[in-house]
């Protein structure tokens, strides 16, 4: 893992960005909404699911789609993996984190039914992180379609 | 009025690269991208650069495979409009958020042209050196990319 040279506030937002994975890590859910404003936006673009009469995207906030969605993955890959390749902060409060999030598949996840088998996929994190020291807007990049190919899931939702 | 001998404008031009920011090294090649204009794009972009673009495979490419991508995306984009949403400069690294859009005009990534319109959100974190982009990490959603192209299964790409 590599980190840029952060100073005084981009040491403290990549650190709470750290702390979001270790938390990630030991699948505690309320330890990561805890290192989150209680506003906190959240945007995780990828996740689209397409149903007969509307798309339910993964946009909201951290304490009501984002708990739930993390909640939902984890119970669908009971030993989900967070492994951090990069953090590089500033000093206006941005994180950026290179990561693999990956595990085997339990339960269905979005269209993709069970089949146990594995993914590992790589992510891009973008945090910010306010004055209070706590993240206020969290976006993330993934390709769904790696991570379906590797569960056996080949239908384009 | 004054003469600018041949010295001088290489000076100058040394004095510009020296000054440009990451973040104006890489709005550089993102203009250039959205204008379809590759040669313009790979002007900032050094001849040792790693290339991993998530959504096609591309893992540890240089730059030949990078204008291989650029160039694809140009011919089966000629309207691409790139939007940057968000521009983060953490030291050497420059990490955009964007929007590519566009109308297909001819194949793309296995997808044949349906003349669908496309936009897709992604985000693209490249390494910079002085006034030359070394790194490139590109990612989006490809699941979404043929969802807009009218792709139906991703073992059938090239089906419809």
């Known amino acids: 893992m590599t980190t840029t040279e952060p100073r005084s506030r981009s040491r403290e937002a990549a650190g709470q960005a750290t702390a979001f994975f270790d938390a990630y890590r030991r699948h505690d859910v309320d330890a990561m909404t805890d290192l989150c404003a209680d506003n906190a936006g959240f945007f995780y673009v990828p996740f689209e699911l397409w149903g007969k009469q509307r798309v339910l995207r993964g946009d909201g906030k951290v304490k009501t789609v984002g708990k739930t969605i993390w909640v939902g993955l984890i119970a669908s890959f009971p030993d989900l993996f967070a492994t951090v390749h990069s953090v590089d902060a500033n000093d206006n409060g941005d994180v950026v984190v290179r990561c693999d999030i990956g595990g085997s598949q339990q339960l269905a996840w979005g269209a993709a039914e069970p089949r146990g088998q594995k993914f590992s996929e790589p992510h891009l994190f973008i945090f910010h992180v306010d004055d209070d020291g706590l993240i206020d807007r969290i976006s993330a ?12 899931h080949l239908e384009v939702d | 009025m004054k003469l600018f001998t041949r010295r001088d404008r290489a000076e100058d031009q040394t004095e510009t690269a020296a000054e440009a920011s990451p973040a104006q090294t890489v709005s550089t090649f993102l203009t250039a991208f959205g204008s379809c204009d590759v040669e313009a794009a790979l002007s900032v972009v050094d001849d040792s650069v790693r290339v991993d673009i998530h959504p096609t495979g591309l893992s540890e490419g240089g730059a030949a495979e990078l204008r291989a991508f650029l160039t694809e995306t140009a011919t089966a984009f000629p309207d691409l409009v790139v939007t940057v949403k968000n521009l983060i400069e953490t030291g050497s690294a420059v990490t955009a958020e964007l929007k590519a859009e566009g109308t297909q005009a001819a194949g793309y990534l296995g997808a044949i042209n ?10 693209w974190r490249f390494t910079v050196s002085g006034d030359r982009i070394t790194g490139i990490d590109a990612y989006w959603c490809q699941n979404q990319l043929y969802r807009r192209l009218a792709v139906k299964r991703l073992d059938q790409i090239s089906l419809v």
């Not at chain 1, 990049?141 to 056996?152: F, H, K, T």
């Not at chain 2, 349906?114 to 985000?123: G, M, R, T």
């Open chain 2, 114 to 123: 349906q003349e669908k319109h496309l936009d897709v959100d992604q985000a």
């Open chain 1, 141 to 152: 990049y993934w390709d769904g379609a790696g991570i379906n190919r590797q569960l056996g």
